[in-house]
């Protein structure tokens, strides 16, 4: 049987040593890549091995790691292809070698069924498939589906955050009350969300990819916050100035967009930052450095959080 293109998305993998993990990633994006996955190089495709959703307690990073670019659906192959090998020449590097797959849209739904559970976060936020009931009704429960947008609370970074959230309510059942947050790169608005129900009076969602976008609105509904949560792209948080600034991105966004988000923390306002490694901790502090006052950095299976407060 003949199967229409559009059923399928392009994913483009590159093995590579750790080292090379973000300019490879730069390479991806600049291509057209939706997203960008790494994997255990040594390893096979099953979704245990990824390290952007990891099984938790499994947060890994390797020495010798694959990078699997995903491509919207109906991409031609050749036009891809071609893409790739422009992005390289752009970037003044040396085309990797690179393999070519398809990959089912029904797989998705599938593994993050299979693969996400209830999850908590600090003493009483919890973070719940919509298809399962929660473990403690009387908790602060977060009802997540993510779609096809980041953010399940199973990896490091998004995790860390949200345990930086839970951690507000061990003294103050409503730590964030009144309290105005932007999350940036929301993906699927879990950190946004939670904040709302720890209080919050406001928070901006931001995103560039309209999926997570699509998915922040539809979870947002889902745990009855829409009216208190402004959803669009960075443009919407300009001029915005807020309590409390979640930036879990990565590295080269976060350096790059150290005006924007200065601007938008108040003073005495808390920033948090993730979506980065380890030795990113340094650069991304002194590139802060002049707004902000850092404290310990916490890190989780080579993920960092970095936590700061705006002069």
């Not at 559009?6 to 993998?13: D, G, N, T, V």
């Not at 694959?66 to 659906?73: A, E, H, I, Q, R």
């Not at 005495?268 to 950095?297: H, K, V, W």
Request: negative net charge; contains cysteine.
């Amino acid at each position: 049987m003949n199967e229409s293109a559009q059923e399928f998305w392009l994913e483009a993998r590159v093995e590579a040593p750790d080292t090379d993990v973000a300019e490879l990633e730069d390479w991806f994006f600049a291509a057209g890549a939706l997203s960008v996955t790494v994997k255990d190089a040594v390893g096979d495709d099953e979704l245990e091995h990824a390290v952007l959703e990891p099984l938790p307690g499994e947060v890994r990073l390797w020495k010798s790691v694959s990078l699997v670019g995903l491509f919207d659906k109906g991409s031609g192959e050749q036009v891809t292809v071609e893409a790739l090998k422009q992005s390289a020449l752009d970037a003044g590097m040396v085309c990797p070698e690179f393999q070519i797959g398809r990959l089912r849209d029904q797989v998705w739904e599938r593994t993050w069924m299979e693969s996400f559970k209830p999850m908590r976060f600090g003493h009483q936020l919890w973070i719940c498939p919509t298809a399962m009931e929660p473990p403690d009704a009387s908790a602060i429960n977060i009802r997540l589906d993510p779609g096809m947008a980041f953010g399940t609370g199973t990896h490091a970074t998004t995790a860390q955050c949200l345990e930086w959230l839970g951690e507000q309510t061990v003294n103050d059942l409503q730590p964030l009350k009144d309290k105005l947050v932007i999350d940036y790169g929301c993906g699927s608005g879990v950190l946004g969300i939670a904040a709302l129900l720890l209080g919050a009076k406001h928070v901006w969602a931001v995103d560039i990819d309209e999926q997570a976008l699509l998915a922040t609105r539809e979870n947002a509904v889902t745990n009855n916050v829409q009216e208190r949560l402004s959803i669009g792209q960075p443009e919407l948080i300009h001029g915005v100035v807020a309590d409390i600034v979640l930036a879990n991105i990565l590295f080269k966004p976060l350096m790059d967009l150290v005006d924007t988000i200065s601007a938008g923390t108040a003073s005495g306002g808390s920033l948090i930052l993730s979506g980065i490694l380890e030795n990113q901790i340094e650069p991304l502090s002194m590139r802060y450095t002049d707004a902000f006052d850092f404290t310990a950095a916490r890190a989780s299976g080579g993920w960092a959080l970095m936590s700061a407060t705006r002069r």
